[in-house]
């Protein structure tokens, strides 16, 4: 299996930076995305951004201009940027990992990190 380890949430000032950091290990190959959903209390789960092997990108429309993803393929790490952030990006933001293994597709995901932006 895979496993995702999150790092990098806090409480931040709107207008203000964070930026998250998720490492996989363990049986690694095969995975061809990686991304970053978040949660906010009684909302449902978004998707953030994603980033497949090949190096292209995707954004949620309310983070666009304002996010970027990025990856470090010698260390096995997808980071998320977040800038000019605001208090509605206030939610639990989870790692994934899409694998293809053999002819089925696995889900992994890391254990989340609270991100407050807040005066």
């Known amino acids: 299996q895979v496993q995702l380890v999150e790092s990098g949430g806090g409480l931040v000032q709107p207008g203000g930076s964070l930026r998250l950091s998720c490492a996989a290990s363990g049986s690694i190959f095969g995975i061809y995305a990686m991304g970053w959903y978040r949660q906010a209390p009684e909302k449902q789960r978004e998707l953030v951004a994603v980033i497949t092997s090949g190096g292209s990108t995707n954004y949620a429309n309310s983070v666009k201009g304002r996010f970027t993803i990025s990856r470090d393929n010698a260390k096995n790490t997808v980071y998320l940027q977040m800038n000019n952030m605001k208090p509605e990006d206030t939610a639990i933001y989870y790692c994934?990992?899409?694998?293809?293994?053999?002819?089925?597709?696995?889900?992994?995901w890391g254990q989340g990190a609270q991100v407050t932006v807040s005066s």
């Open positions: 994934n990992a899409a694998k293809l293994n053999s002819d089925s597709v696995m889900n992994y």
